[in-house]
């Protein structure tokens, strides 16, 4: 299948919207063919190579004042048809939607970045030598992981004449080493595979998992950090679908206050789906385009879809996501900068001490480099929102927690957990420093990603232990 059919398919099926449901029939349609293919590996070994083709029909209908989306993935007329007509019976069930928005008008959509084609269609010895090399640079340690591709080809055409197509791809790395049960970890997200390299993310998970051995246990409290990427990365994606999304916004759910200086200045903040290989458009046909969403600490906008914006006085940002009406417009390709942590000095180049290997990049070595006393922590996980308005969240460390003194990594710590308001630990005041470097880190859900540097915060709220 290629970009013509499914532009062809997603007519066909708002045609049949328009032949079924009658003219009044207002019809968005959206035909994703999707090649993903994962390899995993466990036990320092490859376990598993999938890959599966998908197309997939989602269609969203507003009849007699009513709205219903369904979807499918059988595309043969009956297919299609009876997809339409369930949609129908749905809409009819459905109670009145005054806040219906409209379809959006036909619109160029913007130009997206080329895909990269050994991407789209890589084989499965290219990822498995990704694999090797991470097995390999690991030194004997036990590891675990996937290498993973994919490739989406999208098409949007709705009964107000208004049609686009885009194709976007994508790689990602994520493993772990392991000695004496203490986990080394490293991931990256890019639009090459061949920007993904197997042996410097193996190194690298393997000297964090022989810096991470004996660890002591602290008490809880409150302590300067330095978060790594993977850290400031589950920041990033709790900020974007709690704070700036424009559904909890109009709830008056969100701690967004545009205009307002919520941030520290050295914060910036920018979702850019057309930075990377990505669609051009969202969900509702939309087109995608750089939105700042803070700039030098002062918070400039939420992201709308045209339900949202509609109710705002405002226009759609394009970023709609199926399901919408439930959760919301979401950015999620979120890029984090500002002022950085300036040159590395020679005591940031010296920050390992006893736990040597734990700094494994100039970046963070100089954030390092600047804590009296505190803690660098590699990954967070499990966070849970407790209170949505002041985006206070709960969570646990992991895969790397090391205590901190005059500038010197001394030993690893415990894994604990924590109870933090995100937007306060970015506050003003709040933020020490930023790497110079974001870090792509991968997001499962499906084109999604976070750009995140290292960060320097002054104060993380540790509430105990990780069983506390």
Known sequence: MNGASELELAGQVVELVRH??????????????????????????IHQN????????RLRLHIDGRTAAGSGSVITTDGLRALVERTLTAARLCPPDPGWPGLAPPTPAPVAPPVDEATAYAEPDQRADRVGAFVAAAGGLNTAGYCRTAHRSSAFANSAGHSAHGRSAEAAMDGIARRDGADGMARHSADRLSDLDGAELGARAAAKAQAATDPVELP???????????????????????????????????????????FDPSVTLVDDPLGASGLPFDAEGTGRRALTLVEAGTTRAVAHDRRTAAEAGAESTGHAVAGGATWGPMARNLHLSGAVAGPVSAAGRATTGAAAGTVVDGDTAALVAGVRRGLLVSDLWYTRVLDPKSLVVTGLTRNGVWLIEDGTVVRAVRDLRFTESYPRALGPGAVLGLGARPVRQPDRVDGAWWAAPSVRLASWHFTGGASG
């Open 20 to 45: 079924l449901g009658g003219p009044a029939a207002q019809a968005e349609a959206v035909v994703t063919r999707a090649d993903l293919a994962l390899t995993r590996f466990a036990n320092s070994a």
């Open 50 to 57: 999938v890959s599966e083709s998908t197309v997939g029909v």
């Open 220 to 262: 809880p409290g409150r302590y300067e950090v330095v978060f790594e990427p993977a850290a400031v990365a589950d920041l990033l994606q709790n900020l974007s679908w709690y704070g700036f999304n424009g559904k909890r916004y109009a709830e008056r759910q969100s701690f967004a206050e545009p205009g307002a200086a919520q």
